[in-house]
C-alpha cells in the first residue's frame, strides 16, 4: 500500500504518547500493544493500584482487542483478501494522504468491525502503524506470519519444528487413500 509510506511516526506518537516507550524504554511494539489493550479497558497496572478494595461489583476479564487488531491489520496489510477491497481503495485514493487520515479511517473501520469504542481501537492501530513504519510492511507481515504460526504451534503443544496437526492429519489421510487403493488391488 502507497499510502502507508507516508505515515509520519511522530504525528503517531502524537497521537498515542505511549509509544515513546518503544524509543525510550526499549519496549517492543507488541508488548506496548498488550499493556495498551489493557490500560485502555482499565485493567492494567495503574487501575488495579486505584480499584476500591471493597466494591462487590462484577469483574469481568479484559477482552483481547489486541490480537485482533494485529489479525485485521494483517489480513488488509498482508493479503489479497475481498472483503478488505472497501478499506483498501479507501487508503488508496492518492498522495498527500495525511497520517491521521490513515489512522482515523483503519481505526473506525475495525471499531465498527469488532464492535469496540473507537478510543479503545485508535491507539491499538496506532502500535501496530508505528511498528509498520519502523520495519516496513512487508517485515511486519513476515514477522506476523511466524507469530501466527509459532501460536498455532503452541496451542496445539508441539514443539517449535514439528509439523502442524493439520499437516499431520493431512498426511494420514493421504496414507490411508493410498493403502486403500493398494488393499483394493491386492484383493483382485
Known sequence: MKTLSEIDRNVLLEECPYLSLIEEQGMSWDEVGRLLDLHLQGAGPRASANRDTYSFGLQLKPKTYWESVKKEIFTLLCTKDKKYSEIRKRLEIGTGITTIYVLSTISVWL??????????????????????????????????????????????????????????????????????????????
Open 111 to 188: 471499531s465498527n468491525l469488532l464492535s469496540a469504542q473507537f478510543n479503545l481501537i485508535a491507539p491499538l492501530v496506532a502500535t501496530v502503524l508505528y511498528a509498520v513504519t519502523q520495519i516496513g510492511v512487508s517485515a511486519w507481515c513476515e514477522l506476523e506470519k511466524k507469530r501466527i504460526i509459532l501460536t498455532m504451534r503452541s496451542t496445539e503443544h508441539l514443539p517449535a519444528g514439528t509439523p502442524s496437526a493439520w499437516s499431520l492429519r493431512s498426511r494420514h489421510s493421504a496414507r490411508q487413500r493410498s493403502s486403500a487403493g493398494d488393499r483394493g488391488r491386492s484383493t483382485k
